[in-house]
Nanobody
Framework: QVQLVQSGGGLVQAGGSLELSCAAS????????KAWFRQTPGKEREFVAA????????DYADSVKGRFTISRDNAKNTVSLQMNSLKPEDTAVYYC??????????????????WGQGTQVSVSS
């Protein structure tokens, strides 16, 4: 069982930046692929970004490519999402997630077993 605790988020103006972090309870965290998803009311939870367990490969949704950066620090058991040039349409609850042994390109929420508690990101216009 991997427990994930998220931090960061909040309210920012369009064009601003925020960083989300997710800390894991398990040392085996390094063996998991990590991802960020987001969800708005009435919509499905959607993929945002992912990084392989080694950190060698990353994957981004087209809507955030070039603006968001996912990174991980296996020594600290954390995964982060740096969000720049934020837009009002980025407003959502953001979730970190991990999945064991996933290759890059896995974007289905069903493939990720453990989830953080979610954190609100609000971008004003």
């Amino acid at each position: 069982q991997v427990q994930l605790v998220q931090s960061g988020g909040g309210l920012v103006q369009a064009g601003g930046s925020l960083e989300l972090s997710c800390a894991a309870s398990e040392r085996t965290f390094s063996n998991y692929a990590k991802a960020w998803f987001r969800q708005t009311p009435g919509k499905e939870r959607e993929f945002v970004a992912a990084i392989t367990s080694s950190g060698g490969l990353t994957d981004y949704a087209d809507s955030v490519k070039g603006r968001f950066t996912i990174s991980r620090d296996n020594a600290k058991n954390t995964v982060s999402l740096q969000m720049n040039s934020l837009k009002p349409e980025d407003t959502a609850v953001y979730y970190c997630a991990v999945g064991f042994g996933l290759s890059i390109g896995r974007r289905s929420r069903n493939e990720y077993k453990f989830w953080g508690q979610g954190t609100q990101v609000s971008v004003s216009s």
